[in-house]
T-cell receptor, first 114, second 114 residues
Framework: AQSVTQLDSHVSVSEGTPVLLRCNYS??????LFWYVQHPNKGLQLLLK??????LVKGINGFEAEFKKSETSFHLTKPSAHMSDAAEYFC????????????FGTGTRLKVLA | DTGVSQDPRHKITKRGQNVTFRCDPI?????LYWYRQTLGQGPEFLTY????????KSRLLSDRFSAERPKGSFSTLEIQRTEQGDSAMYLC????????????FGPGTRLTVL
């Protein structure tokens, strides 16, 4: 069975400092991995996705993630946090066949301090 | 805007009442998903449609829940005899077929059962 583990439920950073949100996955096959962001009272928005192409994936709003098979990790990073980045972030693994349904992590709430 | 829409956005009901939610996916997407998200958790898969066929249901979907997607367009999710434990955000998503294709989420319907 596939799963993802988000290692931190809360992360606080100061504005202008780097962001690191950690995600480990478990999958028997080459996974499709995603990061989504959820702002309060808004829908889930895709930040980026990995689908077995380049291991370093660039997304929207300056976010990127690196797929590391040896470490079964897919950590999300951003060089410089903005106040608008404060939100809930979800790491997601998709089934590799059939329904392609999503399995979500429990989320990481990012707080950005002025 | 041609994104995924959900109606209503909020629903407050009394225990024991029936409720129905509607989801309008992106028009060219043949895959439609329902997820449920409770406070502090990531969304959990409920059910999946490919066109009009309901192909998978989670064990979370008790017999009080039913979903339809007539003609492979919009979908409805009905909960009969609501219980307080049904209080959650119900999310709808749609996608094209194939691995690695991202799901596009609607804003969700927040259900509160009193």
């Amino acid at each position: 069975a596939q799963s993802v583990t988000q290692l931190d439920s809360h992360v606080s950073v100061s504005e202008g400092t780097p962001v690191l949100l950690r995600c480990n996955y478990s999958s028997s096959y080459s996974p499709s991995l995603f990061w989504y962001v959820q702002h309060p009272n808004k829908g889930l928005q895709l930040l980026l996705k990995y689908t077995s192409a380049a291991t370093l994936v660039k997304g929207i709003n300056g976010f990127e993630a690196e797929f590391k098979k040896s470490e079964t990790s897919f950590h999300l990073t951003k060089p410089s946090a903005h106040m608008s980045d404060a939100a809930e972030y979800f790491c997601v693994v998709s089934e590799t066949s059939g329904t392609y349904k999503y399995i979500f992590g429990t989320g990481t709430r990012l707080k950005v301090l002025a | 805007d041609t994104g995924v829409s959900q109606d209503p956005r909020h629903k407050i009901t009394k225990r024991g009442q029936n409720v129905t939610f509607r989801c309008d996916p992106i028009s060219e997407h043949n895959r439609l998903y329902w997820y449920r998200q409770t406070l502090g958790q990531g969304p959990e898969f409920l059910t999946y449609f490919q066109n009009e066929a309901q192909l998978e249901k989670s064990r979370l979907l008790s017999d009080r829940f039913s979903a339809e997607r007539p003609k492979g367009s919009f979908s409805t999710l009905e909960i009969q005899r609501t219980e307080q434990g049904d209080s959650a955000m119900y999310l709808c998503a749609s996608s094209r077929g194939g691995p690695g294709n991202e799901q596009f989420f609607g804003p969700g319907t927040r259900l509160t059962v009193l």
